[in-house]
């Protein structure tokens, strides 16, 4: 699971930094479109920010594995990587236009969710 988590880290808290700094240009990556109001800019903004601190949550329990709490934030990232794969997905099947980083992130999302499912299926070493 530490290797899991240190991979979540830096995924997450790279896009973090990246929504923090262009959310519309990242959107742009996804959706084929940037956000034009100020309002989804924000909104952008916040995300990425949640995206940095669900990073950070994954590299303080990437310290310590074998406790409860590296395993509930494994299991809460399955809910979040599969939301990301339905989420990008349907909009990537019902967009006219998408973005070159669409598809790729949906893939990263899944093979994230499959890896958190086998991680919280093994049993945790004594």
Known sequence: MKKLLIITTLIETGA?????????F??????????????????G?????ALFALGAACWRASGDTKNRAA????????FYNLGAVVILGA??????????????????????TVWCIASLLRKPAS
């Not at 395993?71 to 399955?78: C, E, F, S």
Request: positive net charge; hydrophobic residues 55%.
């Open 26 to 43: 990242v959107v742009k990556l996804l959706l084929g479109s940037p956000l034009d109001a100020p309002a989804a800019v924000t909104l």
């Open 16 to 24: 973090g930094v990246a929504l923090l700094c262009g959310p519309s």
């Open 91 to 112: 909009s990537g099947i019902r967009a006219q236009t998408v973005g070159v980083a669409l598809w790729p992130a949906v893939v990263l999302h899944g093979v994230m």
């Open 45 to 49: 903004r916040l995300t990425g920010a």
């Open 71 to 78: 395993r509930g934030l494994a299991g809460a990232m399955i």
